[in-house]
């Protein structure tokens, strides 16, 4: 900026207390602005408490409240923190070189904690960069202030030059000023267009009003605070405007000359209008232009500069004008501002700050040009801004993925909460979570975080078809500086695959039993084993007798013939007919998603089978009898009962207890029947005895039921005379090596005893 030229700062020492020994390096800032004197002292600069004063011929001035804003100096905070002064150029006790050259100086005055003072002299001296226009006004944050040319009418009349110089401006000549001001004569009236009365005041009066009159070389000047007791109020476009209505009247050589010296302000704030901060003004301020306006020009700055109309483009900032206002729209958080997060009542929320101010031009019929400066700093507090979670999981690469932000540079992540374990980000690393910070051009940043599906804190669930949901649950804990309040973000991640390989059975048939194989799938803990019916744990493991043998892939087991888990079939002269049934179920839904049922079929010689349902099935083998026994000639004790099948020395009877001559007695609880297969020989003629009550061959079968209660399947060997099932010795044995490599082989023991069918 050419016209932003730092000025050189002469540190005096003609103060008792003067601190050039000790004068800071670097900690104070000062410039030549357009009309007024900036400066700014560093924060960390700062006392316990600290003012400015000012010092010209007549002594020391202390700087505050509204003589300060009546004075033309405005001292506040920036959102750094730093002491920021602003003085006019046509502030009190400012040393006005033919206004062209303009000189201050500038204490500023620090209390310690013990209350000694320590002052810090800075001369400040600043040049005019472009001239003063015919009027320029200024609306400071705290005083309005308007200066004007004296308008004076050339001093061309001929037969004048004889005349004395006229006396300059005297004390006494400033006392005859009158100022009339102009006021609504009804406040309650329309406000629109209110009827105005005058009242004319000389200076002094006015000063005890709060009115600051002055003049200088070429000028006139009034400033005033807002709120001063001869402003009004008006509305303009809807925009809230505080004016001030006035005329200066005043003699120059013996004419009587009038400045109009009115002002007006508008005392509107910033609104917020989606994501952009809305500052609207008024295209017409009616108390200071008398149409029609011509050469209209709008500029805008921050901190002090114009910013060129490429640089406000770039910022986004955008300026429009819609129904004779003005609007200016400044995305929240743009270039220029400043951005402070806080968190209330656990919402992530941000304050934004921007020192804007605008310069217009104008020409009006009644001003060749008019400056007009507006000092605007905006602050929008506590926005609630929730930070944007962008899901990048990609399904393909088996990676959930995700950023969080953006968050200014006043936030960093503390700490990450994966399925309720908190780790710090050095942490994270180790346990296998990825987090990196991504960086944005415009400084603020978000945060990356990566981890696989496979990982031990990421759940899964089983939905059925092979398909799974693996699941994040996260917590961002961000910490805000200065402070570290904490901030919480949780979300949770979710991604569906058709990944799961379901477990695989192949069965066979083993002269021992029934022989199962095992492969393990994907999701193997998820599911619960059933053989059939007996959920398969170790303890049935044991209890069944099984013989296990495990594989990296697989484990195989062998369920023996008449053991646990087999159930019957069928009887026939091929054999026994038994299967081996095994069901997975999700442990969650109980849902059955796989089942697998071997047959097998064992050869047997003879075999008695007492079903539930009263039927007798019984195989008998006549090949150790002598002399031989023909099959197909042997019936029940009623004859007419004969083998359903025969085959070599083998038969098969298939009857009901009810029936064939089936004997029943009763034996406490139970009912024993007993019936008998027999073999009476056809013998040649003449060798028939027929006195001979005896069989050739007779073999006792029979079952056992209780009077009450289920009657259940029971096998019979007849040589051993065993019945199966058969309760094989228990064996405690709490946790079973194997485990972890079975899978399918886990859970608590279960009491009761296997069905036999
Ligand atoms: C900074 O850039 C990021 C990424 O482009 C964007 O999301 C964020 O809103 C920007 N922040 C501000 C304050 O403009
Ligand atoms: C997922 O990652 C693969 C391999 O890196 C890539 O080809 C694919 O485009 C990514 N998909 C998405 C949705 O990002
Ligand atoms: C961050 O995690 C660590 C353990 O990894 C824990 O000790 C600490 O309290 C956590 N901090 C917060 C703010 O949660
Ligand atoms: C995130 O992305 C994944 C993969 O594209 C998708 O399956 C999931 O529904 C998305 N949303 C959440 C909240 O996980
Ligand atoms: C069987 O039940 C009947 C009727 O319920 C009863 O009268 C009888 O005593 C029971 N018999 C035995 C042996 O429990």
């Not at 697989?554 to 054999?575: D, I, K, N, R, T």
């Amino acid at each position: 900026m050419a016209d932003r030229k730092v000025i050189c700062v002469l540190l005096l020492c003609l103060l008792p207390n003067c601190a050039t020994d000790t004068m800071p390096i670097g900690m104070f800032r000062t410039e030549c602005q357009d009309r007024h004197f900036w400066l700014s002292v560093k924060s960390i600069f700062l006392g316990q408490s600290f003012r400015f004063d000012v010092q010209d011929v007549s002594g020391v001035h202390t700087l505050s409240g509204q003589a300060a804003a009546e004075c033309g100096y405005n001292m506040g905070l920036d959102s750094w923190g730093n002491l920021v002064l602003r003085a006019s150029y046509l502030a009190c006790y400012v040393a006005n070189e033919k206004d062209s050259a303009f000189q201050l100086l500038v204490l500023l005055v620090n209390r310690d904690i013990v209350g000694e003072e320590t002052s810090y002299p800075l001369q400040l001296t600043c040049p005019l960069h472009h001239p003063w226009k015919p009027r320029e006004i200024v609306c400071e944050e705290n005083y309005m202030e308007v200066s004007a040319m004296k308008q004076v009418p050339p001093a061309n009349q001929m037969g004048m030059e004889w005349m004395p110089t006229p006396p300059v401006m005297s004390e006494e000549g400033f006392r005859e000023w009158r100022v009339v001001f102009h006021v609504p004569s009804n406040q309650q009236g329309d406000v629109a267009t209110p009827s105005m009365r005058e009242q004319t005041l000389p200076v002094e009066i006015a000063h005890l009003l709060g009115y600051r009159i002055g003049t200088t070389d070429n000028r006139v000047l009034l400033r005033c605070s807002y709120g001063s007791r001869l402003s009004y109020k008006l509305q303009e476009k809807d925009i809230e405007v505080e004016a001030v209505s006035a005329t200066i009247l005043f003699k120059h050589h013996w004419t009587l000359l009038r400045a109009d010296v009115s002002l007006a302000c508008t005392i509107n704030k910033a609104s917020m209008d989606g994501n952009n901060i809305l500052l609207r003004f008024p295209k017409v301020l009616a108390p200071l232009i008398l149409p029609p306006l011509r050469n209209e020009r709008l500029r805008l700055g921050v901190e002090g500069v114009v910013l060129s109309d490429c640089m406000i483009r770039q910022r986004g900032y955008d300026i429009q004008e819609q129904d004779g206002a003005v609007e200016i729209r400044i995305p929240f958080g743009a270039e220029g501002g400043s951005i402070k997060s806080q968190v209330v009542e656990g919402q992530y929320s941000q304050s934004f700050f921007l020192d804007l101010f605008y310069i217009r031009l104008w020409q009006d019929s009644q001003w060749a040009l008019t400056e007009y400066r507006s000092f605007r700093p905006l602050s929008i507090l506590y926005l609630p801004k929730t930070p944007i979670l962008i899901n990048e999981t990609n399904v393909s690469e088996g990676l959930f993925s995700v950023i969080l932000g953006s968050f200014p540079r006043d936030v960093f992540l503390s700490n990450i909460t994966v399925a309720s374990k908190s780790m710090a980000w050095g942490e994270a690393e180790q346990m296998g979570v990825h987090l990196a910070q991504v960086p944005f051009p415009n400084g603020s940043h978000a945060y990356l975080l990566q981890t696989h599906f496979s990982h031990p804190l990421v759940s899964q669930k089983y939905l059925g078809q092979g398909y799974r949901r693996y699941t994040l649950a996260l917590t961002f804990t961000l910490s805000v500086s200065p402070q570290s309040d904490l901030y919480h973000y949780p979300a949770t991640l979710e991604a569906d695959v058709q990944d799961v390989v379901l477990p695989r059975v192949k069965g066979s048939c083993s002269g021992k039993g029934v022989r199962l194989q095992l492969h393990y799938g994907t999701m193997d803990s998820q599911w619960e084993v059933y053989l059939g019916g007996h959920r398969l744990d170790w303890e049935l493991v044991e209890l069944g007798g099984y013989a296990l043998e495990t594989r990296s892939d697989y484990f195989s087991m062998v369920v023996p013939l008449y053991g646990l888990g087999m159930a019957y079939e069928g009887l026939s002269l091929q054999g026994l007919v038994v299967t081996v049934s095994m069901t997975f179920e999700d442990r969650e839904t109980s849902r059955k998603e796989l089942s697998f049922t071997q047959r097998c079929v064992f050869a047997v010689k003879e075999l008695l089978v007492c079903l539930p349902d009263n039927t007798v099935l019984v195989m008998v083998d006549s090949s150790s009898v002598s002399p031989p026994v023909e099959p197909e000639l042997t019936s029940l004790l009623d004859p007419t009962c004969v083998p359903i099948e025969t085959e070599g020395t083998r038969s098969l009877y298939s009857f009901s207890l009810d029936t064939c001559g089936t004997v029943a007695t009763l034996e406490e609880d139970h009912i024993v029947y007993t019936n008998k297969v027999q073999f009476w020989p056809n013998a040649p003629f003449g060798m028939k005895t027929l006195n001979s009550p005896n069989p050739q061959f007779s073999i006792p079968v029979g079952c056992i039921h209780p009077v009450n209660g289920t009657r259940t399947l029971t096998i019979y060997q007849p040589r051993a005379l065993q019945a199966w099932p058969y309760i094989r010795a228990f064996h405690s044995h709490h946790q079973h090596p194997g485990t972890q490599a079975n899978p399918f082989i886990q859970g608590q023991k279960r009491n009761g005893l296997p069905a036999g069918g």
